[in-house]
């Protein structure tokens, strides 16, 4: 198979040829086998003190830049990755300012379970998790004696700790523990080509560590967290995808003969194409669901690039086409109007999903339910388009995989500004100030917070009804609240108010806010998806 895999241009020499095509030997059809001589080649493109360098000299250089504070863009398995000194601050803020990554959390690479232990604290699980053939990155909650830099995971009492997984990693890696963060602008998907990485990084990056043998499918790393002693994935994708997903209920193989298919015909091969934001689609063949690694957020033609070139990539892989096709319900998301125009091309159905009745179903499914009975889920989400054209977010629902009814909600506040008020939770306090009568007193977090010019806009927004959006989100609940404890008034990346503020819970409570539950009219019918 070696002339299936991207080893392929490497001819081998003598020497690894009689071991690949010796059967006594342990190398016998390695497809990955290779030596200085006939296998891929280090390169390393630097300014200033070392220009260039190839081979053993290539990694050298590369650990002497990255000992001198300098970012350093290393070619791994799925992608490039943005590598610098994790224990130095400059190099830290550098990476984040030209990266434009304010806040949000950096991945960090450790040589060893030891080192681990000397950043976090790894339980059992964690470090089996850790240590685990897939290697993703884990989060971890941070020792405060940790060395290295306040600035990788600024107000977060968590780290993203991962094990080298590549032979280039494993010598790359010192005694320091080493930044890798995805190779590419916030916003775009990661660079995976040579010549392509040193266009787009090169704003990024002082020093390129490259080698010649290419990326077939770009991927970024997976996360995981532990709740309970069971891994939790954050975001599937390297070491985890494509690998199946076995459905609770058996469909017959798609290929066999049946009238048109419709989306709930038995065996239709059919694509969700998942959400805008932290996208990843599926596939459904013959029992299996099929998932794409992580695409990421739906927001540039750069990821739209991303997300047709993988899923072209998936059919092919399994020798599949379409049949059908889903999307979300929001009728301007990026993959809403992808999918309407695949499925006008292609002659095929196409489905539209309420929200957060998908993330349900996916629950369900992930339980191995059949569907033949419905359940309860509370859907606590930041944003999803509503069946009556309001932001979802705090739901019961009773459901099965066909259909829903919402049964209950968080009791719907304004969303002032739209999208503008997820990045300025201070304008959700004033909101929920609002709709429970309380006035905007100055001595109030979220009131300080607001610029007076600002504070009289969305007051007359309120008055007046304009752009008052009303939503039932349970994300934008968090960021109230974390307003108006004052923790936190604007956020640079998703979901950073309320990570704050679970950094901050006790994990000893025991008391709880009572709450009413607001059913909807008894009169209002099952919401079908077919």
Known sequence: DRANTTMSPFEMCPA???????????????????????????????????????????????????????????????????ACDATNSAAVATLRERKGRVDKPFAVMVRSLAQARQIAWVDDAEADLLASPQRPIVLLRKRADSSLSNLIAPGNPCIGLMLPYTPLHHLLLEDTPLVMTSGNHSGEPIAFENDEAQQRLGSLADAFLLHNRSIQTPCDDSVFRLSKGQPVPIRRSRGYTPLAVKLPFVTPSSNQQQPRPTVTSPGTVVLATGAELKNAFCLTHQGYALLSQHIGDMENLETLTAFERAQAHLCDFYHIRPQAIVCDLHPNYLTTRWAETYAQKQGIPLLRVQHHHAHLASVMAEHELDGNQPVIGLCFDGTGYGTDGTIWGGEVLIADYASFKRVAYLKPVPLLGGDSAIKHPYRMALAYLWSYHFPWDEDLPPVIACPPNERGVLARQLASGFQRIPTSSAGRLFDAVASLIGLRHTVTYEAQAAIELEGIASEGASNAYTFHIQTVHPATKWLPVS
């Open 16 to 82: 690894c040829a009689g071991e690949y095509h010796d059967p006594h030997s342990r190398r016998f059809h390695a497809q990955p086998i290779a030596c200085p001589q006939c296998g891929p080649i280090l390169q390393f493109i630097g300014t200033g003190f070392i220009a260039s360098a190839t081979g053993e000299q290539a990694l050298e250089a590369a650990q002497v830049a990255l000992r001198a504070g300098q970012i350093v863009a290393v070619k791994g398995l799925g992608g490039f990755h943005l």
